[in-house]
């Protein structure tokens, strides 16, 4: 490896990427340059604009939160006489569950906020859903008269789930789902499922052993019926194997786009308000270290704030994600836009003809166009709800990169026809007057 060679040219393509943006002979020889230019400054590119969310996110919070007087006064209403407190990391609650997603009456609803506070496990608190079983006119049966039919007859309904918001208590059909999970293990009968009947044996020895008894055993017993005989629950449940109530909560605000809420979870909060300028905040994520009661105003500022700081840094994973997405439509947009702009530069006799130079060249502006939505993202945060920052700075990020090769079109089209026009100009000076060599000759 010619150690001297590298370095010149690591020293030149340093050379194009600081300065191609500001020099438009730098921006043309991107034309001509590698495409690993591009995937370089998407990179940057998608570092900045998610870098820069992230510092204006984080920084604008506690600002929206202090005017987000119509949300505190919810919160502090509403939770200022509940025991909560934190243990080993968990929020406690010693009342009953607090849910006013499904009762409009409720005295908790203040300001026209929704409250939930649930803190039992998720994975051990069911919901008793029904499954709905709809034919093609829409006529509805009960899923156990779905089951009954023939597999032919089947195939004519569709199946959705319906959240109760009621918790399931797994003790009260054990002798329901021990009969069919008795007979999913018959091998002489016509129910027979193997994997079934393994499982189901296992759980008899560790019942009869004493290793497993009272709710974990009901739970386990529940479970196992439910992935016998109904269908899977992998697409709508989150939490366990069988619909909880904790995706009812989920499934209510999503469904009815709620955008006023809190709601805590043993492990994790959600919550959604408007400040009282309009600018709409949404957040979830786990608490803060803490340990416990919950005690006053302070306190329950301490579960929102301490919440938010402490998934501070993950914000940014949370913009990357949604990213690649962006960065799809932000390559598709620049190669129609290479090609559009090819015919036009190809006509113009400019040195980039070609859609993939066009594409390359404009690549190298990305870099700085970063920079710019770096600014910007941490700038309107404070002024717009996330979402519409994270709009708006996608859209500069690309309006900068089309400005820019803007500027450098025209400029190279101007001055390519000054060229032309001095062409014939320049060429009648070159053309010999004779009438000037006769005056001079007399």
């Known amino acids: 490896m010619n150690f001297k060679k590298f370095l010149g040219d690591f020293s030149d393509w340093l050379k194009y990427i600081c300065f191609n943006f500001f020099h438009n002979g730098y921006a043309r020889s991107g034309a001509k340059r590698s495409l690993l230019n591009v995937v370089f400054g998407v990179a940057v590119g998608v570092v900045l604009i998610c870098g820069g969310l992230t510092v204006g996110y984080n920084a604008s ?23 909560l407190s934190f243990e080993d990391g968990k929020l406690c609650y010693d009342g009953d569950r607090i849910e006013t997603l499904s009762d409009k009456d409720s005295p908790y609803r203040i300001n026209g906020y929704e409250l939930v506070v649930d803190t039992r ?10 499954i709905i079983c709809a034919d093609g006119d829409g006529k509805e049966i009960t899923y156990d008269e779905y089951a009954a039919l023939p597999a032919k007859d089947r195939a004519g309904y569709k199946l959705s789930l319906r959240y109760s918001g009621v918790t399931l208590d797994t003790s009260a059909k054990q002798d329901v789902y021990r009969a069919h999970l008795d007979k999913a293990s018959d091998r002489d009968g016509g ?6 009947a393994e499982e189901y044996n296992f759980l008899k020895e560790k019942e009869a052993s004493g290793e497993l008894s009272g709710k974990k055993l009901h739970d386990a017993v529940y479970k196992l019926y439910a992935k016998s005989y109904y269908p899977s629950f992998d697409k709508v449940e989150s939490y366990a194997s069988v619909p909880t109530v904790r995706s009812y909560y989920i499934s209510k605000l999503s469904e009815n786009k709620y955008g006023k809420y809190l709601v805590l979870f043993d492990e994790y909060c959600l919550f959604s308000f ?16 803490a340990e416990g009661a919950v005690a006053g105003e302070q306190g329950i ?16 994973l949370v913009f990357a994600s949604d990213m690649v997405f962006s960065v799809l439509v932000f390559v598709l947009i620049a190669l129609v836009a290479s090609v559009a702009f090819a015919g036009l ?10 859609s993939t130079g066009i594409f390359n060249l404009m690549g190298g502006f990305l870099p700085v166009s970063g920079i710019v939505a770096f600014v910007f993202g941490a ?19 690309l309006a900068v990169v089309f400005a820019r090769f803007g500027v450098l079109l025209v400029m190279d089209i101007i001055n390519k026809k000054k060229e032309k026009r001095a062409v014939p100009a320049a060429a009648a000076e070159a053309v010999a007057d004779p009438f000037a060599e006769e005056i001079d000759e007399k």
């Open 274 to 289: 408007y400040t009282e300028n309009g600018i709409a905040v949404s957040f979830s994520g786990g608490y803060a270290a």
């Open 191 to 196: 129910e027979y499922k193997s994997g079934i």
């Open 61 to 83: 919070f506690g600002t929206h939160y202090e005017n987000a007087d119509k949300f505190r006064q919810f919160a502090y209403s509403a939770l200022g006489g509940e025991q």
């Open 345 to 354: 530069s190809k006509k113009q006799g400019l040195e980039y003809t070609t």
């Open 121 to 130: 496990p998720a994975a051990e608190t069911f919901d008793d859903f029904t």
């Open 301 to 316: 500022d301490g579960i929102i704030l301490g919440a938010f700081d402490s998934n501070a840094s993950a914000n940014f």
């Open 379 to 397: 700038w309107l945060p404070f002024s717009l709800s996330v979402r519409a920052a994270y709009l708006t700075v996608r859209l500069i990020f």
